[in-house]
């Protein structure tokens, strides 16, 4: 009998405590969780008009890894391939002095190819990051058929 009550009073005294830093704890049923390194605000993609003084590069990711960096406004423009990140930011920082030579402010339009791994579209983000140079996301979104075997 004597260790069922202090059972019941071991249970007793745990709710108590339990309960007192239930009271005395912030909690925020509408509260906020701010991620690392992510921006408050949502920007609108970035859309290339005439009359936009802007510079754009536009950089298209192929499946196979490499980038092709061009100029969206100008569909005769010479296309740079780049093998590699390395290879990328050096392109992104010589287009990025021209646009700040002409006293416009540079935006890439990273457009990866619907089969090409995601984490060359981070790399492109990130060697943005890096850069300081505003980035705008324009991907395609492929919703297939299921598959007849039902998976």
């Known amino acids: 009998m004597a260790t069922r009550g202090f059972l019941i009073r071991f249970i007793d005294i745990g709710l108590i405590v339990l309960f007192g830093f239930l009271m005395i704890s912030d909690i925020d049923a509408l ?3 701010d991620l690392a390194g992510a921006r408050q605000e949502v920007a609108e993609p970035a859309e290339v008009s005439e009359d936009d003084e802007r510079g754009f590069v536009a950089v298209d990711i192929l499946p196979d890894g490499r980038f092709l960096l061009s100029d969206p406004r100008d569909p ?3 296309v740079v391939g780049a093998a590699t990140i ?15 030579d002409a006293g416009t402010e540079t935006v ?6 619907p089969a090409s791994p995601v984490q ?3 790399d492109v983000m990130d060697v943005c990051d890096r850069l ?3 980035k705008s996301l324009q991907m395609d979104i492929e919703v297939g058929a299921p598959a007849e075997d039902g998976r």
């Open 132 to 134: 300081g140079l505003v």
């Open 120 to 122: 060359f579209t981070v």
């Open 31 to 33: 509260s906020r969780v």
């Open 76 to 78: 005769e423009s010479r």
């Open 108 to 113: 890439v339009l990273i457009q990866p190819d």
């Open 86 to 100: 390395e290879t990328l930011t050096v392109e992104l920082a010589s287009r990025q002095r021209l646009h700040a």
